[in-house]
T-cell receptor, first 112, second 120 residues
Framework: NAGVTQTPKFRVLKTGQSMTLLCAQD?????MYWYRQDPGMGLRLIHY???????AKGEVPDGYNVSRLKKQNFLLGLESAAPSQTSVYFC???????????FGPGTRLTVT | AQKITQTQPGMFVQEKEAVTLDCTYD???????LFWYKQPSSGEMIFLIY??????QNATEGRYSLNFQKARKSANLVISASQLGDSAMYFC?????????????????FGQGTILTVHP
């Protein structure tokens, strides 16, 4: 099992560019989450999904969109990147009936 | 709204000694859960321990124990017999409580973290 994987690991964008971060899991997670981690702060929830085809906003959703067309994948999109979106992005997944979230290795994004 | 507070930006401990990392929380939910995660310098998030609000006993996982004091709204992590590999950032997090219909989406609220340094 690969667990929870994230692609890419690193990315540098210019202001205004767009990109998509991919989270894939082979752990049969119904729930999936996208968080961002900024220096000196804990993780903050961007968007989440409770199942295939469903998404919902978290604490800091502005500037991001998500899609979950397949149960295994949860995509995070930035339509027009801004320097304030420079951060480390973590994806996590969880099975129904379990509390623990399994995290991916993270994607370090820099917007110049 | 839920809130997690970790008041210790950094902690130092001697190898083989015990250390307590503080965590206080605020919530109006009756049912909730508390987690501790470890983030080493490599960056990944590692689950350590979980405590449910209705669990009568404090959770333990090997050298980790969670000192849960519900009335004081605290959920401190105790690491016994510290090792050099314990040097990392530690995050306390809280799972949202049950919403209408008894459903929880499991969203987590994190504290700001505590950097633990273990000295030889």
């Amino acid at each position: 099992n690969a667990g929870v994987t994230q692609t890419p690991k690193f990315r540098v964008l210019k202001t205004g560019q767009s990109m998509t971060l991919l989270c894939a899991q082979d752990m049969n997670h119904e729930y999936m989450y996208w968080y961002r981690q900024d220096p000196g702060m804990g993780l903050r929830l961007i968007h989440y999904s409770v199942g295939e085809g469903t998404t919902a906003k978290g604490e800091v959703p502005d500037g991001y969109n998500v899609s979950r067309l397949k149960k295994q994948n949860f995509l995070l999109g930035l339509e027009s990147a801004a320097p304030s979106q420079t951060s480390v992005y973590f994806c996590a997944g969880r099975r129904t009936g379990q509390y623990e979230q399994y995290f991916g290795p993270g994607t370090r994004l820099t917007v110049t | 709204a839920q809130k997690i507070t970790q008041t210790q930006p950094g902690m130092f401990v001697q190898e083989k000694e015990a250390v307590t990392l503080d965590c206080t929380y605020d919530t109006s939910d009756q049912s909730y859960g508390l987690f501790w995660y470890k983030q080493p310098s490599s960056g990944e998030m590692i689950f350590l321990i979980y405590q449910g609000s209705y669990d009568e006993q404090n959770a333990t996982e090997g050298r980790y124990s969670l000192n849960f004091q519900k009335a004081r709204k605290s959920a401190n992590l105790v690491i016994s017999a510290s090792q050099l590999g314990d040097s990392a950032m530690y995050f306390c997090a809280m799972r949202e409580g049950l919403g209408a219909g008894g459903t929880s989406y499991g969203k987590l609220t994190f504290g700001q973290g505590t950097i633990l340094t273990v000295h030889p």
